[in-house]
Nanobody, 124 residues
Framework: QVQLVESGGGLVQAGGSLRLSCAVS????????MGWFRQAPGKEREFVAAISWTGGNTRYADSVKGRFTISRDNAKNTVALQMNSLKPEDTAVYYC?????????????????WGQGTQVTVSS
């Protein structure tokens, strides 16, 4: 089992920055992929970014490329999402997720483990 706990959400003005962190505990294998997803009210959960647990390879949604950076710290068992140049449309609950897979997936239904989510609100 894997447990995920997000932190770092909050209220920020457009153009500002936030850093989300996901604390990972439990049994993580080298073939895990860690992802960040978000869900706005009335919308489906959408992919934001993903990173392999050991290789560091990353993937981003087109809407956040160049603004968000995903990273992981294996020694501290954390995954972070640095969000810069935030826009009001980035407002959502952000979730950390994990799946034991050698392949990336942007489909939230393929991920097995989820955190409780953290609210990010960007004001205009």
């Amino acid at each position: 089992q894997v447990q995920l706990v997000e932190s770092g959400g909050g209220l920020v003005q457009a153009g500002g920055s936030l850093r989300l962190s996901c604390a990972v505990s439990g049994r993580i294998y080298s073939t895990y992929v860690m992802g960040w997803f978000r869900q706005a009210p009335g919308k489906e959960r959408e992919f934001v970014a993903a990173i392999s647990w050991t290789g560091g390879n990353t993937r981003y949604a087109d809407s956040v490329k160049g603004r968000f950076t995903i990273s992981r710290d294996n020694a501290k068992n954390t995954v972070a999402l640095q969000m810069n140049s935030l826009k009001p449309e980035d407002t959502a609950v952000y979730y950390c997720a994990a799946v034991r897979s050698a392949y990336y997936s942007s489909d939230y239904r393929t991920y097995d483990y989820w955190g409780q989510g953290t609210q990010v609100t960007v004001s205009s």
